[in-house]
């Protein structure tokens, strides 16, 4: 299995930032249980669907605010010390975010 390399932000998120990433993490935790009690009700597979749909939306809107907070700090960073790399593995977290 490919295990990921444990990494950590050298310029720490700022505090309103993060909060706002955890609520919307929590909005998410809610529509996943909401979903599950759907199944349990034996309710309309449309509206379950849509559900999900929600809940992959909400997921990719904050990958993309993570992608962006990435870009300017980390990978700025990166780019200032001439790491060649940054470049490949921008692209391919932009992929996976698909």
């Not at 599950?36 to 992959?56: F, H, T, V």
């Amino acid at each position: 299995m490919n295990e990921l390399k444990k990494q950590y932000k050298h310029m720490p998120r700022d505090e309103k930032e993060v909060r706002n990433m955890k609520s919307r993490l929590h909005r998410m935790v809610g529509q996943l249980n909401g979903i599950e009690k759907m199944l349990d009700e034996g309710r309309y597979c449309g509206d379950i669907l849509i559900q999900i749909s929600a809940i992959e939306s909400a997921l990719q809107a904050l990958g993309y605010i993570v992608l962006q907070d990435h870009l300017e700090t980390c990978v700025r960073e990166k780019v200032k010390e001439d790491d060649e790399e940054v470049m490949k593995e921008v692209l391919t977290l932009i992929k996976k975010l698909k």
